[in-house]
Protein backbone atom coordinates (compact mmCIF):
# COMPACT_ATOMS: atom_id res chain seq x y z
CA UNK A 1 0.00 0.00 0.00
CA UNK A 2 1.21 3.41 -0.59
CA UNK A 3 -0.88 5.37 2.29
CA UNK A 4 0.97 4.96 5.21
CA UNK A 5 -2.25 5.83 7.04
CA UNK A 6 -3.65 2.60 5.71
CA UNK A 7 -2.65 -0.71 7.47
CA UNK A 8 -1.42 -3.27 5.68
CA UNK A 9 -2.91 -6.94 5.40
CA UNK A 10 -0.22 -9.38 6.76
CA UNK A 11 -1.05 -12.37 4.88
CA UNK A 12 -1.96 -11.17 1.93
CA UNK A 13 1.07 -9.15 1.22
CA UNK A 14 2.97 -12.10 2.12
CA UNK A 15 1.58 -13.79 -0.49
CA UNK A 16 2.10 -11.14 -3.05
CA UNK A 17 5.98 -11.14 -2.52
CA UNK A 18 7.43 -12.78 -6.08
CA UNK A 19 3.48 -13.09 -7.10
CA UNK A 20 1.23 -11.60 -10.43
CA UNK A 21 -1.90 -10.04 -9.10
CA UNK A 22 -4.46 -10.26 -11.81
CA UNK A 23 -6.50 -7.23 -11.35
CA UNK A 24 -9.32 -8.07 -14.16
CA UNK A 25 -10.30 -11.20 -11.63
CA UNK A 26 -10.53 -12.77 -8.25
CA UNK A 27 -7.32 -14.54 -8.60
CA UNK A 28 -3.50 -14.92 -7.36
CA UNK A 29 -0.81 -16.60 -8.83
CA UNK A 30 2.31 -17.21 -6.10
CA UNK A 31 4.82 -19.44 -8.36
CA UNK A 32 2.89 -22.21 -9.99
CA UNK A 33 0.12 -22.06 -7.91
CA UNK A 34 -3.15 -20.33 -7.88
CA UNK A 35 -4.51 -18.58 -5.42
CA UNK A 36 -8.21 -17.77 -5.13
CA UNK A 37 -10.76 -15.89 -3.05
CA UNK A 38 -13.31 -17.94 -1.35
CA UNK A 39 -16.02 -18.93 -3.22
CA UNK A 40 -19.60 -18.37 -2.05
CA UNK A 41 -21.98 -21.17 -1.50
CA UNK A 42 -25.89 -21.37 -2.55
CA UNK A 43 -27.77 -22.12 0.35
CA UNK A 44 -31.89 -21.83 1.46
CA UNK A 45 -33.14 -19.07 3.14
CA UNK A 46 -34.32 -19.61 7.00
CA UNK A 47 -37.24 -21.75 8.14
CA UNK A 48 -37.17 -19.56 10.88
CA UNK A 49 -37.21 -15.78 10.73
CA UNK A 50 -37.25 -13.17 13.04
CA UNK A 51 -40.18 -11.28 13.17
CA UNK A 52 -40.69 -7.98 11.50
CA UNK A 53 -40.43 -4.63 14.36
CA UNK A 54 -42.56 -2.01 13.39
CA UNK A 55 -40.49 -0.27 15.28
CA UNK A 56 -37.79 1.50 13.25
CA UNK A 57 -34.83 0.48 12.18
CA UNK A 58 -32.81 -2.37 13.80
CA UNK A 59 -28.99 -3.30 14.19
CA UNK A 60 -27.33 -6.45 13.22
CA UNK A 61 -23.91 -7.38 13.67
CA UNK A 62 -21.39 -9.73 12.09
CA UNK A 63 -17.74 -10.45 12.09
CA UNK A 64 -16.81 -12.42 9.32
CA UNK A 65 -13.04 -11.69 8.88
CA UNK A 66 -11.76 -8.65 7.39
CA UNK A 67 -14.69 -5.97 7.90
CA UNK A 68 -13.70 -4.19 4.36
CA UNK A 69 -15.35 -7.10 2.43
CA UNK A 70 -18.34 -7.64 5.04
CA UNK A 71 -18.99 -3.88 4.40
CA UNK A 72 -18.48 -3.52 1.01
CA UNK A 73 -21.11 -6.43 0.45
CA UNK A 74 -24.16 -5.28 2.98
CA UNK A 75 -23.84 -1.63 1.26
CA UNK A 76 -25.22 -3.01 -1.64
CA UNK A 77 -28.19 -5.06 0.34
CA UNK A 78 -31.74 -2.99 -0.25
CA UNK A 79 -33.15 -2.67 2.97
CA UNK A 80 -29.82 -1.38 4.46
CA UNK A 81 -29.51 1.88 5.58
CA UNK A 82 -25.99 2.35 7.04
CA UNK A 83 -23.10 -0.29 7.67
CA UNK A 84 -19.77 0.42 10.02
CA UNK A 85 -17.06 -1.30 10.51
CA UNK A 86 -15.65 -1.85 14.12
CA UNK A 87 -14.51 -4.42 16.48
CA UNK A 88 -16.80 -6.60 18.49
CA UNK A 89 -16.41 -9.03 21.13
CA UNK A 90 -13.77 -7.96 23.31
CA UNK A 91 -13.90 -7.26 27.11
CA UNK A 92 -12.18 -3.99 27.13
CA UNK A 93 -14.06 -1.09 27.00
CA UNK A 94 -12.66 0.51 24.11
CA UNK A 95 -10.64 -1.02 20.37
CA UNK A 96 -8.58 0.28 17.92
CA UNK A 97 -6.79 -1.36 14.65
CA UNK A 98 -3.69 -1.53 16.49
CA UNK A 99 -4.37 -3.22 19.77
CA UNK A 100 -7.11 -5.98 17.55
CA UNK A 101 -4.77 -7.13 15.61
CA UNK A 102 -2.57 -7.92 17.75
CA UNK A 103 -5.04 -10.45 18.67
CA UNK A 104 -5.09 -9.99 22.32
CA UNK A 105 -7.84 -7.65 22.80
CA UNK A 106 -10.46 -10.25 22.09
CA UNK A 107 -12.50 -8.40 19.26
CA UNK A 108 -13.37 -9.29 16.30
CA UNK A 109 -13.06 -7.18 13.29
CA UNK A 110 -17.15 -6.76 12.78
CA UNK A 111 -19.68 -4.71 11.41
CA UNK A 112 -22.88 -2.81 12.74
CA UNK A 113 -25.75 -3.00 10.27
CA UNK A 114 -28.70 -0.47 10.53
CA UNK A 115 -31.89 -2.16 8.87
CA UNK A 116 -34.98 -1.74 7.97
CA UNK A 117 -37.52 -5.15 8.41
CA UNK A 118 -40.07 -3.97 6.75
CA UNK A 119 -37.41 -4.31 3.48
CA UNK A 120 -35.11 -6.65 4.22
CA UNK A 121 -35.73 -9.26 7.10
CA UNK A 122 -33.15 -10.12 9.99
CA UNK A 123 -33.73 -13.77 8.45
CA UNK A 124 -32.21 -12.84 4.59
CA UNK A 125 -29.49 -10.59 6.31
CA UNK A 126 -28.09 -14.44 7.92
CA UNK A 127 -28.50 -15.62 3.98
CA UNK A 128 -26.73 -13.07 2.79
CA UNK A 129 -23.99 -13.43 5.80
CA UNK A 130 -23.53 -17.13 5.86
CA UNK A 131 -23.59 -17.46 1.61
CA UNK A 132 -21.81 -14.98 0.40
CA UNK A 133 -20.12 -12.73 2.97
CA UNK A 134 -17.82 -15.10 4.22
CA UNK A 135 -17.04 -18.77 4.56
CA UNK A 136 -18.50 -19.64 8.14
CA UNK A 137 -16.56 -23.33 8.37
CA UNK A 138 -13.18 -21.01 8.42
CA UNK A 139 -11.89 -21.20 11.97
CA UNK A 140 -10.11 -17.58 13.30
CA UNK A 141 -9.39 -16.90 9.76
CA UNK A 142 -11.01 -15.56 6.89
CA UNK A 143 -8.42 -16.08 2.99
CA UNK A 144 -5.32 -14.70 3.97
CA UNK A 145 -6.08 -13.15 7.14
CA UNK A 146 -5.74 -15.49 10.21
CA UNK A 147 -6.27 -15.15 14.17
CA UNK A 148 -9.27 -14.51 16.39
CA UNK A 149 -9.65 -11.34 15.60
CA UNK A 150 -10.79 -12.63 11.82
CA UNK A 151 -13.01 -15.16 13.09
CA UNK A 152 -16.94 -15.92 12.23
CA UNK A 153 -19.06 -14.33 15.12
CA UNK A 154 -22.86 -13.01 15.41
CA UNK A 155 -23.59 -10.65 18.54
CA UNK A 156 -27.65 -11.46 18.24
CA UNK A 157 -28.99 -7.65 19.67
CA UNK A 158 -31.98 -9.41 20.85
CA UNK A 159 -33.28 -13.08 21.66
CA UNK A 160 -35.47 -13.49 18.36
CA UNK A 161 -31.98 -12.66 16.48
CA UNK A 162 -29.89 -15.30 18.73
CA UNK A 163 -33.60 -17.47 18.29
CA UNK A 164 -32.96 -17.27 14.32
CA UNK A 165 -29.41 -16.90 14.04
CA UNK A 166 -29.07 -20.81 16.48
CA UNK A 167 -31.79 -22.57 14.31
CA UNK A 168 -30.57 -21.48 11.12
CA UNK A 169 -27.20 -22.78 11.68
CA UNK A 170 -29.04 -25.65 13.00
CA UNK A 171 -31.09 -25.60 9.71
CA UNK A 172 -27.48 -25.66 7.61
CA UNK A 173 -25.50 -28.25 9.69
CA UNK A 174 -28.23 -30.35 8.89
CA UNK A 175 -28.59 -30.15 5.40
CA UNK A 176 -24.71 -30.10 5.43
CA UNK A 177 -24.87 -27.00 3.15
CA UNK A 178 -21.04 -26.44 3.08
CA UNK A 179 -20.14 -30.45 3.64
CA UNK A 180 -17.74 -28.77 6.71
CA UNK A 181 -19.08 -27.85 10.12
CA UNK A 182 -20.09 -23.87 10.40
CA UNK A 183 -17.84 -22.73 13.20
CA UNK A 184 -19.56 -19.32 13.59
CA UNK A 185 -20.12 -18.50 16.92
CA UNK A 186 -23.33 -17.15 18.08
CA UNK A 187 -22.84 -14.54 21.15
CA UNK A 188 -26.43 -12.99 22.74
CA UNK A 189 -24.64 -9.77 24.51
CA UNK A 190 -23.30 -7.49 21.77
CA UNK A 191 -20.65 -5.15 21.62
CA UNK A 192 -19.49 -2.61 18.67
CA UNK A 193 -16.60 0.34 18.63
CA UNK A 194 -16.52 1.87 15.17
CA UNK A 195 -13.43 1.79 13.39
CA UNK A 196 -11.21 4.48 12.08
CA UNK A 197 -12.40 7.02 9.55
CA UNK A 198 -10.03 5.30 6.87
CA UNK A 199 -11.63 1.45 7.03
CA UNK A 200 -15.14 3.20 6.83
CA UNK A 201 -16.24 2.98 2.83
CA UNK A 202 -12.87 1.32 1.99
CA UNK A 203 -13.96 -0.65 -1.00
CA UNK A 204 -15.99 1.63 -2.78
CA UNK A 205 -12.78 4.61 -2.64
CA UNK A 206 -10.67 1.51 -3.31
CA UNK A 207 -11.74 -0.75 -5.97
CA UNK A 208 -8.25 -1.70 -7.53
CA UNK A 209 -6.68 -2.50 -3.90
CA UNK A 210 -4.90 -5.87 -4.78
CA UNK A 211 -6.85 -7.15 -1.52
CA UNK A 212 -9.97 -5.97 -2.66
CA UNK A 213 -9.98 -7.16 -5.70
CA UNK A 214 -9.29 -10.64 -5.23
CA UNK A 215 -10.94 -10.92 -1.95
CA UNK A 216 -14.39 -9.01 -1.95
CA UNK A 217 -15.14 -7.50 -5.12
CA UNK A 218 -16.35 -11.13 -6.34
CA UNK A 219 -19.00 -11.43 -3.19
CA UNK A 220 -20.37 -8.08 -4.67
CA UNK A 221 -20.88 -9.90 -7.45
CA UNK A 222 -22.06 -12.85 -6.01
CA UNK A 223 -24.78 -10.97 -4.39
CA UNK A 224 -25.81 -9.50 -7.64
CA UNK A 225 -26.60 -12.70 -9.15
CA UNK A 226 -28.13 -14.80 -6.53
CA UNK A 227 -29.93 -12.03 -4.69
CA UNK A 228 -30.86 -9.59 -7.78
CA UNK A 229 -34.13 -8.65 -5.89
CA UNK A 230 -32.33 -7.42 -2.75
CA UNK A 231 -29.15 -5.85 -4.99
CA UNK A 232 -28.67 -2.29 -4.88
CA UNK A 233 -25.84 -1.10 -7.59
CA UNK A 234 -25.37 2.26 -5.39
CA UNK A 235 -23.87 1.06 -1.79
CA UNK A 236 -24.98 3.15 1.32
CA UNK A 237 -22.04 4.63 2.24
CA UNK A 238 -20.54 5.60 6.08
CA UNK A 239 -19.18 8.91 5.23
CA UNK A 240 -21.41 10.44 2.61
CA UNK A 241 -24.32 10.05 5.46
CA UNK A 242 -21.70 12.05 7.65
CA UNK A 243 -21.60 14.89 5.37
CA UNK A 244 -25.48 14.95 4.94
CA UNK A 245 -26.06 15.23 9.00
Known sequence: MNTPSIPRRRGLFQLLAGSAVLLGG?????????????????????????PASGQGPRKAIFAGGCFWGVQGVFQHVKGVQRVVSGYSGGTADQASYAAVSSGRTGHAESVEITYDPAQVSYGRLLQIFFSVAHDPTQLNRQGPDTGT???????ASDADQLRTAQAYVA??????????????????????????????????????????????????EQLRQWFPDQYRADPVLVKQAAMRR
Not at 26 to 49: C, H, K, M, S
Not at 149 to 155: E, G, N, T, V
Open 26 to 50: AALWQGNRLLAAEQAVRIPPPAQDA
Open 149 to 155: QYRSAIF
Open 171 to 220: QLEAAKAFGKPIVTQLEGRPSFFPAETYHQDFMTENPRHPYIVINDLPKV
